[in-house]
């Protein structure tokens, strides 16, 4: 994590700047491009969006949970190579894409109490992690790495034409 990010509105910003990076790269593309297989291995940049988007919703998962005072469950890191081919159409992964953030920046917008967040023993499930270094860890992380991923297959294709 950006460790001068101490609070929830930094954190907030550090999702932003990604996702604006990200969206500017999404935007040089066309539907044919988004749904072409050959991007991670079989996989489309849809299905590499799909991904995020599942990500983001775990993110928004554990704040709601962490938020009651419920149980929380730290998953592995997200991993690129475990992408699964999403078979909806390209409007239903790119609606859930971009819900997901929504939600993600609406939650923790709303956060009030920004110690638990940041707080690396505040929950033992999640093994020495803040919760914060998670919630980056699955939208901000995933992101960069994603869009580094795109940058890398765009460079390959347009360069083959």
Known sequence: ????????????????????ALSALLRRLTPAQMSAPGVVGERSVKDVLSHIALWYSHAITLLFRAER??????????DAHALQADPRPLENVWADFEGSHRQLV????AWRDEAALFDEKRYPAL?????????????????????RRLEDWLTGEWAAR
Do not use: C, F
Not at 6 to 19: D, K, N
Not at 69 to 78: K, N, R, V, Y
Not at 127 to 147: E, F, K, M, N, P
């Open 1 to 20: 994590m950006n460790h001068d990010a101490v609070s929830a509105s930094e954190l907030i910003a550090e999702i932003e700047r990604e996702r604006a």
């Open 106 to 109: 609406k939650r923790l917008a």
């Open 69 to 78: 005072g419920q149980s929380l469950h730290l998953l592995s890191p997200p």
């Open 127 to 147: 093994r020495g992690h803040a919760l914060a270094a998670v919630i980056r860890q699955y939208t901000v992380a995933l992101s960069a790495q994603s869009r």
